[in-house]
T-cell receptor, first 113, second 115 residues
Framework: EAQVTQNPRYLITVTGKKLTVTCSQN?????MSWYRQDPGLGLRQIYY???????DKGDVPEGYKVSRKEKRNFPLILESPSPNQTSLYFC????????????FGAGTRLSVL | AQSVTQLDSHVSVSEGTPVLLRCNYS??????LFWYVQHPNKGLQLLLK??????LVKGINGFEAEFKKSETSFHLTKPSAHMSDAAEYFC?????????????FGAGTQVVVTP
């Protein structure tokens, strides 16, 4: 089954404790992206990647890191989480030629205390 | 810069009645426009997209949207609501000339369907 898989689905952590949210897709997509969703704000892009070893900042990259060492994986790293990073996070992937259609994971709900 | 405004944060309809979700956009270029749906505790799913072909776009589950350049609108409609349509809907705009992954999401419209 074609899918984008995020782990964990739910995470509670404390300020300053490094964490990683994994994202994996099995559709051989070149493009992957991370978003955060906050009430009343819709989804805002954090980082995206056009291909292996090619990443770029989205609209809200501060406090986040990403890496793309393999085509299928695109982890989101919070080196020192803060309470304002409490949010619902989505990973997405897509084929570059099929412009802008993205397939989303089920989401990761993060709470930073 | 492009932007997108969903005019209703919350819409309540009765089962079997029409659904209208309103979306206005602002773009300096000819935009690509999308509607995504998010069911509770699920990721987003593409409903339909407009990419400068036919102005009336048909999507999945009986939804359709009409691109009106003169009104800068891309409203989503469905003739008869079903209970399974209860979800949050997002209007999304992307510049056709922008880097591929840059999308602007609206704030979302929560749809409630009552029996």
């Amino acid at each position: 089954e074609a899918q984008v898989t995020q782990n964990p689905r739910y995470l509670i952590t404390v300020t300053g404790k490094k964490l990683t949210v994994t994202c994996s897709q099995n559709m051989n997509h070149e493009y992957m992206s991370w978003y955060r969703q906050d009430p009343g704000l819709g989804l805002r892009q954090i980082y995206y990647s056009m291909n292996v070893e090619v990443t770029d900042k989205g609209d809200v990259p501060e406090g986040y890191k990403v890496s793309r060492k393999e085509k299928r994986n695109f982890p989101l790293i919070l080196e020192s989480p803060s309470p304002n990073q409490t949010s619902l996070y989505f990973c997405a992937s897509g084929l570059v030629p099929v412009k802008n259609i993205q397939y989303f994971g089920a989401g990761t709900r993060l709470s930073v205390l | 810069a492009q932007s997108v405004t969903q005019l209703d944060s919350h819409v309540s309809v009765s089962e079997g009645t029409p659904v209208l979700l309103r979306c206005n956009y602002s773009s300096s270029y000819s935009p690509s426009l999308f509607w995504y749906v998010q069911h509770p505790n699920k990721g987003l799913q593409l409903l339909l997209k407009y990419t400068s072909a036919a102005t009336l776009v048909k999507g999945i589950n009986g939804f359709e949207a009409e691109f009106k350049k003169s009104e800068t609108s891309f409203h989503l409609t469905k003739p008869s609501a079903h209970m399974s349509d209860a979800a949050e809907y997002f209007c999304v705009v992307s510049l056709t000339t922008d880097s591929w992954g840059k999308l602007q999401f609206g704030a979302g419209t929560q749809v409630v369907v009552t029996p």
